[in-house]
């Protein structure tokens, strides 16, 4: 692709397409910082945009990297995700973001469209009807063989979907370290947005050698996502439990309503 594409002026967009772009970039900032689906509002306001798939899902990764820096380092400040502990997570996440990133560049994503939106709903489920209280699961998990096989799977197969797909990610990472590893909704997230930044970075790098990336309107939306995740990350780490779950449970049920609509409808 010529390299001039990858910058289209962001003067040539519609005034109300760029407004649009802004105002998801910046609520899918805040919903990614606390429980993840921000990819939702924003791949589909860059197709609105008329922007390619493929270069849809490069520039969404670009604008995404900016939101997910600034969740994982507030959360890291905090020493609420300890690196040293969740090395191999990373190792996977990143292994497994770039495998999936090469693979959508070949494979038509209709089947994963359609399960995807019952994936979402099972989340949703679990979010609802199982309360995790802070006091009860405040710490890591134990240090076992277990755990390395569990940090292993889960990070490549979560990475292999960031790269592939990419909406809802944020939120199967939440949900599945409840199951996992049994730990308070914080530190999940804590785990959740530290990974989403890996597999973006990854992803982001592979769509740039693939040419997928417009430049101009990601940066424009990273912007705005940076300052969403900046609020819904320190509104996270205030407020804790009791603010992240409901806006958890809320975010997973309309990312299944809304998948499954678009998918079998």
């Not at 003067?11 to 921000?38: E, H, R, T």
């Not at 306001?45 to 820096?69: D, E, Q, R, V, W």
């Not at 209280?133 to 710490?139: G, I, L, R, S």
């Not at 969403?228 to 407020?239: E, K, L, Q, W």
């Amino acid at each position: 692709m010529d390299v001039v594409n990858w910058f289209m002026s962001v003067s040539d967009l519609p005034a109300s397409i760029l407004v649009l772009l802004i105002i998801c970039a910046f609520l899918a900032g805040f919903i990614d910082a606390v429980a993840g689906g921000g990819g939702l509002l924003t791949v589909p306001a860059l197709l609105a945009s008329g922007l390619p798939p493929h270069m849809a899902l490069g520039t969404n990764k670009l604008a995404a990297t900016f939101g997910s820096i600034t969740a994982s380092y507030a959360f890291y400040k905090k020493n609420l995700f300890s690196p040293s502990f969740w090395k191999l997570s990373l190792i996977a996440t990143a292994v497994g973001a770039a495998a999936g990133t090469l693979m959508v560049s070949l494979i038509d994503a209709t089947i994963l469209n359609k399960i995807l939106p019952v994936l979402i709903g099972f989340s949703a489920l679990y979010a609802l009807f199982n309360p995790v209280k802070a006091k009860d699961n405040n710490e890591l998990p134990a240090s076992c063989s277990a755990l390395k096989y569990k940090q292993v799977s889960q990070g490549f197969s979560l990475g292999f979907y960031d790269g592939f797909a990419g909406p809802g990610t944020g939120a199967f990472w939440t949900v599945s370290n409840l199951i996992l590893y049994k730990m308070n909704l914080l530190l999940s997230s804590g785990v959740a947005r530290a990974m989403n930044f890996v597999s973006n970075v990854v992803s982001l790098v592979t769509f740039i050698v693939l040419g997928h990336v417009n430049f101009a309107v990601g940066l424009v939306m990273g912007g705005f996502l940076m300052l969403g995740a900046y609020s819904g990350a320190h509104s996270a780490i205030r407020f804790g439990n009791k603010f992240i779950r409901p806006v958890f449970t809320l975010v997973v049920s309309v990312m299944a309503v809304k998948l499954a609509y678009d998918a079998w409808f």
